[in-house]
């Protein structure tokens, strides 16, 4: 199943639809590089069934731009996904590292393999500065079940990391995605609705609602 947040990567048919797009002189350049290094781009809400759209978070050499495409299926060669959380270790400062290990050990344990999106995700991947000293890092929490995610919370809560400041997604096995601290929020009644993402929209969902979200 298509969801947001995965990584597509483009046959030699659709670096060439890319590269013909009429891009301004920063961007093409980024264009140009991701082309010659053949780095991915990010699955994004789909707007029409007939073409995938893309994105892409350009690093900072490149402006920070944030490019979107939308290509033909078939332009697309192979899926993938985000790094695991242990991997982007070494893009954390020293002083957490020992912390990020504990926390990444905790949410295996409660049933979650996290991994990490945003700009540690793009840094990691491409090589290129992305993170700067306001950077969020972002989790991509997949759960099975409400339990689950309750469980992933208290982990993230609990961690005594708060630099970088923890954000993201719990994403249920039907692809609706929740920002964590949102559905942390809602659970503890201090909300009445949250946002729900999709892979071909949003929505918000209520207190009676909520059971629809889960698997």
């Not at 939308?70 to 697309?76: F, I, K, N």
């Not at 309750?150 to 920002?179: H, K, N, Y």
Request: proline share 5%; net charge neutral; glycine share 8%.
């Amino acid at each position: 199943m298509l969801q947001r947040h995965q990584l597509a990567w483009l046959g030699d048919a659709g670096w060439q639809q890319v590269r013909d797009a009429p891009w301004n002189a920063q961007a093409r350049e980024c264009i140009d590089h991701w082309s010659a290094h053949r780095l991915p781009w990010v699955v994004t809400r789909q707007r029409s069934p007939a073409k995938l759209a893309l994105g892409l978070a350009a690093p900072v050499q490149f402006g920070r731009l944030r490019l979107a495409i939308e290509v033909p299926h078939d332009a697309v060669t192979g899926f993938g996904h985000f790094p695991h959380a242990e991997s982007i270790e070494p893009l954390l400062d020293a002083s957490v590292r020992v912390d990020w290990r504990a926390l990444c050990g905790d949410l295996r344990a409660r049933g979650c393999e996290a991994k990490v999106y945003g700009s540690h995700g793009w840094q990691w991947l491409a090589g290129l500065d992305c993170v700067h000293g306001e950077s969020d890092l972002d989790l991509l929490l997949p759960v099975s079940s409400e339990a689950t995610a309750d469980a992933v919370c208290a982990a993230l809560a609990s961690t005594a990391i708060t630099r970088p400041r923890l954000d993201g997604e719990l994403m249920f096995a039907d692809g609706a995605g929740i920002a964590w601290r949102e559905w942390q929020q809602w659970r503890g009644g201090r909300v009445r609705q949250m946002l729900v993402k999709r892979i071909d929209g949003v929505e918000l969902r209520s207190h009676r609602l909520v059971e629809e979200v889960g698997p």
